[in-house]
């Protein structure tokens, strides 16, 4: 094994594990979550914030097609059951932070996690 040889592999697992640190570090620092905007056929249904619901309640939707039933748990939320032919929306899994979104295309149902509600866009000083 060359130096050349020695200084590819070195560098290579040097930068796997930048990598592996700066991906986890952002992850942690991903806001929670806290409202949930349901909407069905393009219109908000309800706002929730997820705090305040027991775990284990289930939210039914009307859609286009059917009835979606949602979940909320230790402040996720998720579809578990859709009248949608390949329940991609089912298999989405749980969502928990600010900005991620679940979707039933099909029964035109939409779920979307936000952060706190503010009346202002930002605010500098």
Known sequence: MTKADKFIIY?????????????FG????????????IKAKGQPQQEIR???????QEIKVQGLIGTSVLKIEDEEIRFIDSPCRDKICV?????QHHGEAAVCV????????IGKRSDLDDVTR
């Open 26 to 37: 952002w992850l942690k620092t991903r806001s929670q979550g806290e409202i949930v905007v």
């Open 91 to 95: 298999r989405r899994g749980w969502i």
């Open 11 to 23: 560098g290579t697992l040097f930068l796997a594990l930048l990598t592996l640190v700066f991906s």
């Open 106 to 113: 099909p029964n035109q149902v939409s779920v979307e996690i």
């Open 50 to 56: 997820l705090n305040e619901i027991q775990n284990g």
